[in-house]
């Protein structure tokens, strides 16, 4: 059982910065692939970025690259989302998950198997 609570969320003008955190708590953390979804109001969740256990392993959402970065923490049982040249279509609730890193379907909701209960970013125009 792997038990994950996101941080670090709040309001930020357009063009600011955020870093997420996700705590994790439970055993072989450094052996999940972790990700970052976003849900915004009246949309689907949707993928973000996620990283494997192998810490250089990373993928992003067309959208978001160049301006987010994933990292993780294996000693620290954490994991991070830097979120730099924030824009208004980036409010959303985001949330951490972690599963199996079977190496492949990183940005498949379905391949998760434990959730965070969210945090949520708000951007202003």
């Known amino acids: 059982q792997v038990q994950l609570v996101e941080s670090g969320g709040g309001l930020v003008q357009a063009g600011g910065s955020l870093r997420l955190s996700c705590a994790a708590s439970g055993r072989a953390f450094s052996s999940y692939a972790m990700g970052w979804f976003r849900q915004a109001p009246g949309k689907e969740r949707e993928f973000v970025a996620a990283v494997g256990w192998r810490r250089t392993n990373t993928h992003y959402t067309n959208s978001v690259k160049g301006r987010f970065t994933i990292s993780r923490d294996n000693a620290k049982n954490s994991l991070f989302l830097q979120m730099n040249s924030l824009k208004p279509e980036d409010t959303a609730v985001y949330y951490c998950?972690?599963?199996?890193?079977?190496?492949?379907?990183?940005?498949?909701?379905?391949?998760?198997?434990?959730w965070g209960q969210g945090t949520q970013v708000t951007v202003s125009s």
């Open positions: 998950a972690a599963g199996r890193d079977t190496g492949s379907g990183y940005s498949a909701d379905g391949r998760y198997d434990y």
